[in-house]
């Protein structure tokens, strides 16, 4: 009881409020207003407290969960998600809360099976057929990816984040006009969606309108300049118009705000190939194999490098390029490594 009280005390609930019938209530009501305020460790007090008078109240576990998955700490979201489940085991919030938990710790399969019961118990429910086909995207289910967009979108019409996964998801099946459709509904629907303006200036690339897609990036660095892929994504450019200091330039702003940024030290290093600065290119192409060792194209140039420059063993890198599946890395075995 003394317990109680002074964690009462903490959490600003005077005796009066927190004894009575309605304890547990009061403490999931203050531990709302705390997570309002994003002050989540008290808000975790407070739903703590209100379990302690009512370990039957569901809604109690679930804003614990929340409060804790709001601090990273998402084993124990997961554990309080699972009681609250045990206790409403057609609870659809629940599963899709712990869901996202195991999504955020990189639990796709289990976040999955969460998804499809939470779409179960509630098939309008569009953030939950949102996540699912963010997942399926990413396992290269293009067409169940682009059907739960569309059913999300069925439900919640104004969705932007639902175009604009959508239009990822037909990006990715190279529909690059229909992307497009569904890059400009998003950015209709929310004129600060920086992603979709460099999806959308990437997927304008494709279509040879380069001075469209130009002024997407442009759009997109004015809303976040400090995003890396937005000059990632310039440099491409640059290197498609034989701008090659230019986008030199572009690679190495996109590294200096990520430094582990594969891509672009892939970017840069081609760039370097090209000019014949042969020393800077092996240092970088070196660099994307040490952040992204299954880029058998970083591989072959590498490796042609060491060719070049008479290095010790480039074959190995002209067959680690092949086994990863670069289609001209099998004639470059043919011509220097029998």
Known sequence: MGKLILLMALVGLTVSQGYGQNASSAFIHAGLN??????YKEAIKCYSIAIEYDSSKSNAYIDRGVAEAALDDFQKAIKDYSRAIHLHPSDAVAYYDRGMAYNALGQYLLALDDYNKTISLR?????????RGILRKERKDFAAAIQ???DALRWKPNYPAAYFNRGNAKA??????????????????????????????????????LNGASTDYYAAFKLNPKDPSIFY?????ASKL?????????????????????????????????QQRFESALADLSRAIELSPKDGKAYWYRGDIKRILHLENPCADFRKS?????????????????
């Not at 705390?34 to 002050?39: P, V």
């Not at 098939?123 to 996540?131: Q, R, S």
């Open 242 to 274: 034989n701008k090659r200091n230019e986008s030199i330039r572009y690679f190495t702003s996109a590294i200096q705000l990520r430094p582990d940024y594969a891509k672009a030290y892939y970017g840069r290093g081609c760039q370097y190939y090209l």
């Open 123 to 131: 098939p309008k429910y569009p953030a939950a057929l949102l996540n």
């Open 322 to 338: 092949a086994e990863l599946g670069t289609p001209e890395a099998d004639n470059t075995i043919k011509l220097y490594c029998n």
């Open 148 to 150: 739960d967009y569309t």
């Open 34 to 39: 705390k997570a309002r305020m994003k002050n």
């Open 172 to 209: 990715d099946l190279r529909d690059w006009q229909g992307a497009i459709r569904d890059y400009d509904t998003a950015i209709k629907l929310n004129k600060r969606l920086e992603r979709a303006y460099v999806s959308r200036g990437t997927a304008k690339v494709y279509l040879e309108d």
């Open 233 to 237: 994504n310039e440099g491409l450019l």
